[in-house]
């Protein structure tokens, strides 16, 4: 991408970045803003998508953009809370509801396949192993993805296929998952 289409691609990107987006929650969530500021500031980067994490609960579908999200957090839950929240969710639905934690994930456009290279090292010396470099169209992109993931059937024909104690353990296990991928959000930024 020659220097004035990429300083352009930037700088379209970052006249959007705080208006409401096209995700599903609509802005940049709070635990990766300031790594998202500090990548933009560089010269040869800019980043086009994110998300610092999640645990939700969602409804089964055939593709991708008709799953719907029951529930949705980027913050640690109250276990006894959302237990309760299950039962109710469960009852209202046939479809097979599913108990997720989705890993860190930050697209970074870069300047050339050489900055591209450097920021994927920095992603991999900060504990980042699963990244890589990816293309769309003319723009290398660094995909940068924690490894922390939960996915679990919990409900089925309004009936929860788990017991309140698998509940206990498995959010628990997931709250634990969504304080690593924190951590690890916040050592990607020291690194850069």
Request: charged content about 30%; proline content about 1%; hydrophobic content about 35%.
């Amino acid at each position: 991408m020659s220097q004035d289409k990429f300083n352009q691609s930037k700088k379209t990107h970052l006249e959007k970045l705080y208006m409401p987006d096209k995700s599903k929650k609509g802005s940049v969530d709070k635990y990766i803003v300031n790594l998202i500021d500090k990548i933009n500031k560089l010269d040869d980067y800019f980043t086009t998508s994110s998300c610092s994490g999640r645990i939700m609960i969602i409804k089964s579908a055939k593709l991708k953009k008709d799953v719907e999200w029951l529930f949705s957090s980027h913050d640690k839950v109250d276990v006894d809370s959302l237990i309760s929240e299950i039962h109710s969710i469960a009852k209202e639905n046939s479809e097979t509801l599913w108990l997720k934690v989705e890993s860190f994930i930050l697209h970074v456009a870069c300047r050339d396949v050489g900055s591209a290279q450097r920021m994927l090292n920095i992603a991999k010396s900060a504990g980042l192993k699963r990244s890589g470099i990816i293309s769309f169209g003319s723009k290398a992109v660094v995909e940068i993805i924690s490894s922390e993931l939960v996915e679990t059937p919990i409900s089925k024909d309004k009936k929860l296929l788990v017991s309140d104690d698998y509940l206990e353990f498995v959010l628990n296990e997931c709250n634990s998952k969504l304080e690593k991928i924190h951590l690890r959000i916040d050592r990607l930024e020291k690194e850069i």
